[in-house]
């Protein structure tokens, strides 16, 4: 069960309806594949947005140009209107920090150490000081400390801290990635797949959760493929399929689209016979990071 804590004081700049993240024109080609085909997404303060599609759709390719993991062949990333470096740690630096599709965690470090890693970007001490090991030093360490000390309460994992992450249960290992990611103190999380291999029980607390960091004042995007989950929790959804966004809105407006009830039938989509071919042709130049979902 996840612990209430009070809701972070939310800064001026995200006042309810703000957009937060700005994807305009993104495109993602590798070789002759286009996985990730002209994508326009605006994320708005306040908000949880789903990301839906079926397998090989490009979410977590489109996901991985937004936090620098891919250089976008076109497009822009805009976070708080400021176009962001294409560096993983400047955009985890500016605000943005996600989850992976597969989990990340550090195995053989304790729960409450894979959280500090999270904090190294909020942390302004340097080599020196950690070698020297003066005041500064010890007064930021006890701080980072206490700091992940809240956020593994937040998570209901604070009687854990100083267990393996390897010995976790699969479902409270989801909920430590989640944790170490809020160490950096974003602004906007990204979820991949976030209930992926989840029990009902573990999936509702999954959801309890990411309404609680929402209510914090961060801005969720999530993939999932939990239908359930992703319209019980999303504002509004996005659908992506052959790397192209075909419908966005409500519950009800992505249910009732025709495009989406045909792309998950398996039919092939009118017009897309080239990104058909283009995905089942063998790709010139691929990425041996690429997450299954690509």
Do not use: W
Not at 31 to 49: K, P, Q, W
Not at 193 to 208: D, L, W
């Amino acid at each position: 069960m996840t612990t209430s804590t009070v809701p972070a004081q939310r800064p001026a700049d995200q006042a309810p309806g703000t957009p937060i993240l700005e994807a305009t024109g993104v495109i993602m080609r590798f070789g002759g594949l286009t996985a990730v085909n002209n994508v326009d997404l605006t994320v708005n303060s306040g908000e949880i947005v789903g990301l839906i599609g079926p397998n090989g759709a490009g979410k977590t390719t489109f996901f991985n140009c937004l936090t620098g993991l891919y250089v976008p062949t076109e497009g822009t990333v805009r976070y708080k209107g400021t176009v962001l470096p294409p560096k993983p740690h400047l955009v985890t630096q500016a605000g943005i920090a996600r989850t992976f599709q597969n989990i990340r965690l550090f195995a053989n470090m304790t729960v409450l150490e894979n959280v500090l890693v999270g904090r190294h970007t909020r942390t302004k001490e340097g080599l020196f000081s950690a070698i020297l090991r003066g005041p500064g030093y010890r007064r930021a360490e006890a701080e980072s400390r206490e700091r992940a000390m809240e956020l593994l309460a937040f998570c209901g994992l604070d009687h854990k801290a100083e267990h393996l992450a390897r010995n976790l249960p699969y479902g409270e290992q989801r909920k430590l990635e989640i944790a170490r990611a809020l160490a950096s103190d974003p602004g906007l999380l990204l979820l991949d797949e976030p209930t992926a291999g989840m029990n009902p029980q573990e999936t509702r607390a999954a959801e309890e959760l990411v309404f609680a960091i929402r209510d914090k004042g961060i801005a969720i995007l999530v993939i999932e493929h939990d239908m359930r989950f992703i319209f019980n929790l999303c504002d509004r959804t996005a659908v992506l399929v052959q790397g192209q966004k075909i419908v966005e809105g409500d519950r009800e407006t992505v249910q009732n689209d025709e495009r989406v009830i045909t792309a998950y039938l398996g039919a092939p989509l009118e017009g897309a016979t080239e990104a058909a071919a283009a995905t089942e042709a063998p790709a010139a130049s691929t990425d041996p990071s690429t997450e299954d979902d690509q």
